[in-house]
């Protein structure tokens, strides 16, 4: 088993990780015909537009409009994007907490697909509680390509076998472990503090108290926006 000496650097997505992301639910419901949560991420995840505006190649209205048309959404580009940004509801119950005590632990980073309207509310919901912030949109990368996991690795400039990265989403753990990264698939805080806890990072001792349905990913959480 791993212990805290086996890393200098714990990296973790947001969405579905720390942050409470509402995407692939609220998308299902928009979506025509009767679809999978899994298909409901497989499209996304593929959607030409979605990659290019987490590379910040495009603007939010063509974003828009690329979805919309894509996906066969009954909205109007501006009304997906009213929608999309609610989608973000910020970081699960516990999850600043949890930061707080990693912090003593190792380096905290974050790596996330991300955009323009997503990353500001991002940044702001866990400043100051990570060391180092990796979005997409800012690199001009997203996951799962390779080039984004060798950059973060030069820039953080450890070996790679002593970054723990912790994300939602198979295909970027695999990608992570392709670099040599040792990366694990979580869903939601009560998974990732269940890990944290089974490599010796985190002791059952000071994890912060949380409720495991209400944490998964897509629940709801106090003071989340009621869904559009």
Known sequence: ??????????????????IDFAGFDELSHL????VSRGEVRAKWISSPSVQRFERAEITPQQFAHGVV???????????FIDVFIEWARGPYPGARSLLSVLQ???????????????????RQSIEPLMDIYYFSDELG???PD?????????????????IAF??????????????????????????????LQGLGVLSPARAPRSA?????????????????
């Not at 912790?166 to 698939?185: L, P, S």
Request: charged letters at 30%.
């Open 1 to 18: 088993m791993e212990n805290v000496s086996a890393f200098d650097v714990l990296l973790f997505d947001l969405g579905g990780v720390l």
């Open 31 to 34: 979506l025509p015909g009767d």
């Open 69 to 79: 048309g894509e996906m066969q959404l009954d909205l109007s580009p501006e009304e």
């Open 104 to 122: 003593s632990v190792a380096r905290i980073a974050c790596l996330s697909n991300s955009n323009e309207l997503h990353t500001p509310l991002h």
């Open 141 to 143: 990368k997203v996951k």
């Open 146 to 162: 390779r080039e984004i996991y060798e950059h973060v690795i030069r820039d953080l400039d450890v070996p790679p076998r002593r």
């Open 166 to 195: 912790f994300d939602d989403t198979r295909v970027n753990v695999q990608a992570a472990r392709e670099v040599g990264i040792v990366a694990f698939e979580v869903d939601g805080i009560a998974e990732l503090e269940s890990q």
């Open 212 to 228: 495991p349905e209400r944490l998964r990913r897509g629940a709801a959480h106090p003071g989340a926006s009621p869904r559009a």
